[in-house]
């Protein structure tokens, strides 16, 4: 969606005055990003994204450009393939779902299938509720949930939402979103719906409420709320995680990127992105075999300067085994452990404490720990404590539990 460009590089402006204030507030970075080949497309905004067998699909972006380009990770390649058949592509939905994209409301009602197998499109049944721009989707038993958006490119927003079943090709409306909004972001988390982000309908305000859709209640509830909320950010899933970042956002830094962990209801500030000078709203985001992927976009804060960088993001993960023999890290942990971590290490200093969920993804990293350390924040389950000395290192198992501060 481009807002007012005005009003777009007013909210860039401050909003990079607001990053250089706060930019000495960092998390551990977690994760790599690995620059990738350009994406070679006309127009590189609000474009189309979405995952296929193994490979990625970007294209339909802005000012109607209908190009529909194929990335394959395993070469690093771009193929040009079959154009978007649509009418208009003004930030248009795309989710994969039975092994086709589906892709559409893009400043009109039209829908379409796409077939990576046979580069094909289908126009399927038109969406029911009103043309609309940088509305979001995601699937949940096998069906597409479509809403949210903006009736224009700079005013307004929707609240309704619809459900799409491939195996009848007809719509449904579902119960409204709980507030109306434009330019959010919309992810499934093991065939569960999310929602959220975005702006109101006077596009002042940048909400950072998110939403969980339940299937069977057709009800939605809140969920935390992201810590650096945002609009016309990007958006990807990698296994039991959503990765969001980007956008415009007046909290913290737009390049800031944050995993969502359903699981705990919590959110966590992941690697940056890489580029801090060019980093941009509009982009893309999207999952490929087990890495993520985001890109493209409209500079900031420079409007209208069109970024065609892509980058892969890396996972940062751990073996969930328990390392032995450590030569010189002694290390003896009190377990279980209720929300008060304590240890002993006799005649050894600890330089570092990792400690991963048992998927080896790090949920904390402590320079100098000292024992008593404080981990209300996890919840009751297994983890992995990496013990850092200088010359070595030690893995424990640690089963934490609210019972033992009982």
């Known amino acids: 969606m481009k807002t007012n460009i005005m009003h777009k590089f007013l909210l860039k402006t401050i909003g990079c005055s ?3 204030i706060i930019a000495n507030i960092q998390a551990a970075a977690q994760g790599t990003w690995t620059k990738k080949a350009d994406y070679p497309g006309r127009f590189s905004w609000s474009c189309a994204d979405v995952s296929l067998n193994g490979k990625g699909y970007i294209g339909a972006g802005m000012r109607n450009v ?48 796409y077939n990576a197998t046979t580069d094909t499109w289908r126009r399927l ?32 927003a929707f609240s309704d939402f619809y459900a799409y079943d491939p195996g009848t090709d007809a719509w449904s409306q579902i119960a409204d979103f709980p507030v109306p909004r434009v330019a959010g972001i919309g992810f499934s988390i ?48 990698l296994g039991n995680y959503a990765y969001a970042g980007m956008g415009i956002c007046d909290v913290y830094p737009n390049y800031a990127v944050w995993r969502y962990d359903p699981a705990g209801n919590s959110w966590s500030r992941m690697a940056d992105y890489p580029d ?18 985001m890109g493209l976009g409209d500079a900031m804060p420079n409007p209208g300067t069109y970024i065609k960088d ?13 390392q032995k023999n450590a030569a010189d890290a002694t290390v003896n942990v009190s377990n279980p452990s209720g929300n008060e971590l304590r240890w002993t290490a006799p005649g050894t200093l600890i330089d ?38 200088r010359t070595d290192k030690k893995r424990v198992k640690l089963l934490k539990t609210k019972s033992m501060d009982h």
């Not at 980093?279 to 087990?290: F, H, K, Q, S």
């Not at 892509?310 to 328990?322: D, I, L, R």
């Not at 998927?359 to 008593?372: E, M, N, R, T």
Request: aromatic fraction near 14%; include cysteine; proline fraction near 5%.
């Open 190 to 237: 093991n065939d569960v719906g999310y929602a959220g982000c975005g702006v109101d309908a006077s596009m002042a305000t940048i909400s950072d409420q998110m939403y969980k859709y339940n299937v069977a209640t057709n009800s939605w509830s809140a969920i935390a709320p992201i810590p650096g909320p945002s609009y016309i950010g990007s958006v990807f899933v």
């Open 125 to 156: 049944a038109d969406f029911p509720g009103q043309v609309r721009h940088q509305a979001v989707a995601f699937t949940s038993g096998g069906k597409i949930y479509a809403g949210l958006g903006g009736p224009t490119v700079s005013t307004g």
């Open 18 to 20: 607001v990053f250089l």
């Open 310 to 322: 892509f980058f892969e993001y890396t996972p940062e993960t751990a073996g969930v085994g328990e």
């Open 66 to 113: 209908r190009d529909w380009y194929q990335y394959d990770p395993a070469t690093n390649s771009w193929t040009r393939k079959t154009d978007y058949p649509g009418t208009e592509t003004m930030a248009p939905v795309a989710v994969a779902c039975n092994n086709l994209a589906y892709v559409g409301l893009g400043g009109d009602k039209e829908f379409y299938s």
């Open 276 to 293: 801090k000078i060019n980093c941009w709203d509009e982009g893309v985001g999207l999952a490929i075999n087990g890495k993520g992927y």
């Open 352 to 389: 570092k404490l990792i400690i991963y969920d048992m998927a080896g993804h790090i949920v904390l990293k402590q320079s100098k720990p000292a024992s008593g350390l404080d981990i209300s924040f996890l919840h009751d389950g297994n983890y992995l404590l990496e013990f850092h000395t």
